[in-house]
């Protein structure tokens, strides 16, 4: 039986979210924002007008998920109040309870997510270590792990530059990956994941460990103002490699954009468009310096609030053991799987919740 204290407990977690979350605010701006969609040359400047609805759409993420919280908690509060009367039942009552703490967890996991680059698409960029073939296959595992990931979670991924290894394998790889939050939940990715297993490439069948690095930042979009000096930067052009046949551009579309001011190299063969390219690899420009940025803001943070964080770039953050015995375990959060098949089928959900909770947005 539900008790009169387990619904105060909800509501006193939603009325805490209401404050965190700023949601009267924002309702406030969504409010003056329709206004602006309402007015008669509104779709005079069609850029500006789209700007806006995507401003609209990504503060109605928090307030539908509270506002929706909210009416499933009156409800419940509804059919306490019947059942004393006689006029529902427990189970009733026990349904719509369970209901709205679905969704008030759902929307405290949200909180973690509440940082401004978090709801942008990411950037993910995949190395191998030190360690030949064996290095290069693990760093296409780990391609193919966060391609069924984003497929299991309703994200779209799409290649911006590959290099296919040989014998096996790949030298690199950047994934683009779209939808909600997509560098909310990927941004504790960040670092080195080392893999132990029997080779399937040695015939001594012996047991080896293997490294690969993962690196995630934040697509910068419209919203983000970076000016970049033409003359701080330099191409090269080439041909994008590919499986052979049709697969291989025949022309110089890929594109390759030096930084000299930080030493950011970054390559483009999206697509068979060379300008296409180039526009695109400014953008991963401009979204790394975003990124550098938002890293040294944080660092003074952590200083002033005098916080000595756990999580830097280019440390080991997981093993995947395969051999002796069958284990994935996060080095932060201490949080483990036994079944690394699972996981290394896109699982990962149970070790992106465990880090957010632990490291995300308060």
């Known amino acids: 039986m539900i008790s009169s204290e387990q619904i105060s407990d909800i509501q006193n977690r939603l009325d805490s979210l209401c404050q965190f979350l700023s949601i009267k605010e924002k309702e406030e701006e969504i409010e003056k924002l329709e206004k602006i969609t309402q007015e008669s040359n509104?779709?005079?400047?069609?850029?500006?007008?789209?700007?806006?609805?995507k401003e609209i759409?990504?503060?109605?993420?928090?307030?539908?998920?509270?506002?929706?919280t909210k009416t499933e908690l009156d409800e419940l509060i509804i059919l306490e109040e019947?059942?004393?009367?006689?006029?529902?039942s427990d189970v009733e009552v026990e349904k719509k309870f369970h209901s709205c703490i679905s969704l008030l967890e759902d929307l405290e996991f949200k909180n973690m997510l509440s940082a401004e680059?978090?709801?942008?698409?990411?950037?993910?960029?995949?190395?191998?270590?030190?360690?030949?073939?064996?290095?290069?296959?693990?760093?296409?595992?780990?391609?193919?792990?966060?391609?069924?990931?984003?497929?299991?979670?309703?994200?779209?991924?799409?290649?911006?530059?590959?290099?296919?290894?040989?014998?096996?394998?790949?030298?690199?790889?950047?994934?683009?990956?779209?939808?909600?939050?997509?560098?909310?939940?990927?941004?504790?990715?960040?670092?080195?994941?080392?893999?132990?297993?029997?080779?399937?490439?040695?015939?001594?069948?012996?047991?080896?460990t293997s490294f690969a690095s993962v690196f995630v930042y934040p697509l910068a979009d419209d919203s983000v103002e970076i000016v970049i000096d033409p003359s701080e930067i330099s191409w090269d052009t080439f041909r994008a490699s590919g499986a052979g046949g049709q697969?291989?551009?025949?022309?110089?579309?890929?594109?390759?954009?030096?930084?000299?001011?930080?030493?950011?190299?970054i390559e483009n063969s999206e697509s068979r468009s060379q300008l296409e390219n180039k526009a695109k690899a400014i953008q991963l420009l401009k979204s790394q310096l975003h990124d550098l940025e938002l890293r040294k803001n944080q660092d003074e943070k952590d200083k002033l609030e005098g916080k000595k964080k756990k999580i830097e770039w280019g440390s080991q953050i997981r093993n995947y053991v395969l051999h002796p015995y069958k284990m994935v375990k996060d080095l932060r959060t201490n949080h483990e799987s036994t079944n690394p098949d699972a996981v290394l089928d896109g699982d990962l959900n149970p070790f992106i919740k465990s880090y957010l909770m632990e490291f995300g947005q308060k």
């Open 117 to 208: 680059e978090d709801n942008m698409s990411a950037i993910m960029t995949i190395n191998p270590g030190a360690g030949g073939t064996e290095s290069q296959d693990w760093a296409e595992m780990i391609m193919r792990m966060y391609l069924m990931w984003g497929e299991k979670n309703g994200y779209k991924i799409k290649e911006l530059d590959f290099h296919k290894a040989e014998p096996a394998g790949i030298k690199a790889v950047s994934l683009e990956i779209e939808g909600d939050f997509a560098f909310g939940n990927l941004k504790g990715e960040n670092g080195v994941h080392r893999l132990v297993r029997i080779s399937p490439f040695d015939s001594n069948a012996k047991r080896h």
């Open 57 to 68: 759409s990504k503060i109605k993420i928090w307030t539908s998920s509270f506002n929706r």
């Open 82 to 88: 019947f059942l004393s009367e006689g006029e529902s």
């Open 42 to 53: 509104f779709w005079d400047h069609p850029d500006k007008a789209q700007k806006t609805l």
């Open 247 to 265: 697969g291989v551009n025949k022309t110089e579309s890929a594109v390759r954009l030096k930084h000299r001011p930080t030493g950011i190299t």
